[in-house]
């Protein structure tokens, strides 16, 4: 059990850091291709946005994050879910 809970932890580590990394290029690409559009979107922090590259890809990381967490834990939740469903009926059928 304990290993199970030990590799769960790397695949929401690994869907972190790897939406983290795709979230910050697609934001990069954003703020290459239209500044403006960051400099309008986070207007509140215009003495950040000297480099709107930089900070639309800071941005993307941080939410690439947030959102890989939230998909690579749920899915392990459903996982961990479809187990205990294969586990119950394994044991019905037993008895």
Do not use: H, N
Not at 17 to 34: E, P, T
Not at 49 to 70: E, N, S
Request: some cysteine; aromatic content about 12%; charged content about 15%.
């Amino acid at each position: 059990m304990t290993k199970t809970a030990i590799q769960f932890f790397f695949i929401i580590l690994l869907g972190s850091l790897l939406s983290a990394i795709i979230g910050g290029a697609f934001a990069a690409v954003i703020g290459a291709l239209a500044p403006e559009f960051v400099s309008d979107l986070f207007a509140a922090y215009q003495e950040e946005l000297d480099k709107p590259i930089a900070y639309a890809a800071t941005v993307g990381m941080i939410w690439g994050i947030f959102i890989g967490a939230a998909v690579a834990g749920f899915s392990c939740f459903l996982s961990v879910l479809l187990r205990l469903v294969k586990l119950r009926i394994e044991t019905t059928k037993k008895d």
